[in-house]
């Protein structure tokens, strides 16, 4: 009885509507009668139902039917649907045409109402929909008297639709444009008014009482976005923005969806272009193994894989629950694609032999490691360990299982290492290309800085600081960084890979380094506070193995553009790969026995440009800008 109930309630509102169609085109085709032969001296009477008027009927309910009108609703109609009910009278109008010729080869049918029927019918069809959604729309604005009002910064595109999303909820109030542009200024959108321009909202604020402030310009660059962050400040009230169109092409938010200003808005970060064609002509059908893949590089790394055509995706971790965290989210997004989790240890012969038997991956990206800077220094045994030791132990095991491309992840801080992490990372580089000088492996390694809100960075710290009141704990006031996005450096990372060089190290578009003070100051005014009188900032001192600035680029390596423009491929530097695997091969042994003496020594044997930094004078390396950006402005 529940389904019959539930089919009845569908139904019927359905059949009304149909009804309604059928009483306008029979009003129409018989108006248009009356009002043509109306104008004839002796008007003959028009009946108001002929076997004429039943075949008018069953030819253009049969289009309205096919052209698919009923599966439109009246509440969201739109400028679309108007489009398809006129393309509905034009082929209904045809049908007509065709069912009246073979009845009476069109007796008494007067031309004008042929004209005028598309037309009229249209009219008939659209404003009782449209009217319906501007009662609809109307109602539930005077009904809603909690509806928060909101001043909309941006009369364009996305402001229109914004507006129309709002409306729907029911949970805003739209009290206002503001918009640069002068043409706009004084004349409504959807009958709401363009007050001003955005530099004046701490003036009109006030006067149209609102209480939240939306800024609809998703296409602003992040210069113009702080300057509107900044004006949105003065006015003490909270404000918010629409998502960005790569944001919702690739599901990190939702139509309509506000969401707070991130700090990633702000950076300066231009949006990556990448070349789909081909990072899915390499990555397409394919079966990956990601290493780490429950980290925040490895993850979104599995996400981006899937995302771009791989077949299955093998994820190996040795945090269970990071591993079921992301195993879980794959078989959700991604059902289409077959996800091998493996628990275990990279750096386990066995685990590494058994995770390539099970999936028999084409292609290998190697993102665990170790990262915290100030650990390291402390936990040499474990950072070469994982870092060095688990890196050769998987390429080794690739290149016996014949993968086509074996893919490291590694950092800015291996360039001019005077850290432990940046010794291994640079050594895990030496070990890969040794291994490639006698492997039919393609060996491909990608060097980055820090990446915004992955584990362990600034930014989930001074997020939780900020929330906890303070204070916000900052090395050293002139410390600077470069940083990117989980999802630009995976894509980056994956663009790499598909480009094909047999051995290569390839560095990846940082932009411009960022002031960790000044990161500091402008994530504590997007949570609605002020530096220093609602949330101090504390500088604590260079940790050990920290310095001031970040270098991209060593003096002995060559770079070259590549395809892309925000991927510079470096001329690797001469090893003797005889020594690097020897090498290994020591601090493998001094591993076994946790000999720390002979594991700094021999890392410092094997890393020769590794120039460990003293605590109590921190050296500032000079911050080179990316050769292909000053090649561009040239």
Known sequence: MKNWSERAAALVPRAGIVLHDLAMVWLCWVALHQFRLSMQPIPPEVPLWSTSTLLVLLAQGLVLWRVGLYRGVWRFASVPDLLNILKASLFGLVAILLSLFLYNRLDQVPRTVLILYPVVLTALLGMPRLLYRSWKDYSLAQTDHTAVRVLILGAGQAGEALLRDLRRTGAYQAVGFLDDAPKLHGSYLQGVPVLGRVEDVAKIAPET??????????????????????????????????????????????????????????????????????????????????????????????????????????????????????????RRDFPQVECVPVLGDCGDPAVIRHALSTSAPEAVFHAAAYKQVPVLEGQLREAVRNNVLATETVAREAVAAGVASFVLISTDKAVDPVNVLGATKRLAEMVCQALAESATTRFVTVRFGNVLDSAGSVVPLFREQIRAGGPVTVTHPEVTRYFMTIPEACLLILQAAALGSRHAIYTLDMGEPVSIRLLAEQMIRL????????????????????????????????????????????????????????????????????????????????????????????????????????????
């Open 209 to 330: 009482a609102a209480r939240l402030l939306i800024i609809a310009m998703p296409s602003l660059d992040a210069v113009a976005m702080r300057k509107v962050v900044s004006l949105c400040e003065e006015t003490g009230l909270p404000f918010r923005t629409v998502p960005r169109i790569d944001d919702l092409l690739e599901g990190r938010s939702l139509p309509g969806e506000l969401k707070e200003v991130a700090i990633e808005d702000l950076l300066g970060r231009q949006p990556v272009v990448p070349d789909w064609k081909s990072i899915r002509s390499w990555l397409g059908g394919r079966s990956v193994l990601v290493t780490g893949g429950g980290g925040s590089i490895g993850a979104e790394l599995c996400r981006q894989c899937a995302r771009n055509g791989a077949r299955q995706v093998t994820v190996l971790d040795m945090d269970e629950l990071a591993l079921t965290t992301i195993e879980s989210m794959m």
């Open 527 to 634: 949570a609605g506070k002020h530096p220093e009188r609602d949330v101090a900032i504390v500088y604590t001192g260079l940790r050990p193995g920290e310095k001031l600035h970040e270098t991209l680029f060593h003096a002995e390596e060559r770079y070259r553009p590549t395809s892309h423009p925000k991927i510079l491929q470096a001329e690797a530097r001469a090893i003797l790969a005889e020594r690097v695997l020897s090498a290994a091969a020591h601090l493998r042994d001094a591993s076994q026995r946790y000999d720390l003496d002979a594991l700094a020594q021999s890392l410092r044997e094997s890393v020769p440009e590794f120039n460990p930094l003293e605590p109590a004078e921190p050296q500032a390396a000079t911050v080179v800008a990316f050769p292909a950006r000053l090649a561009r402005k040239t």
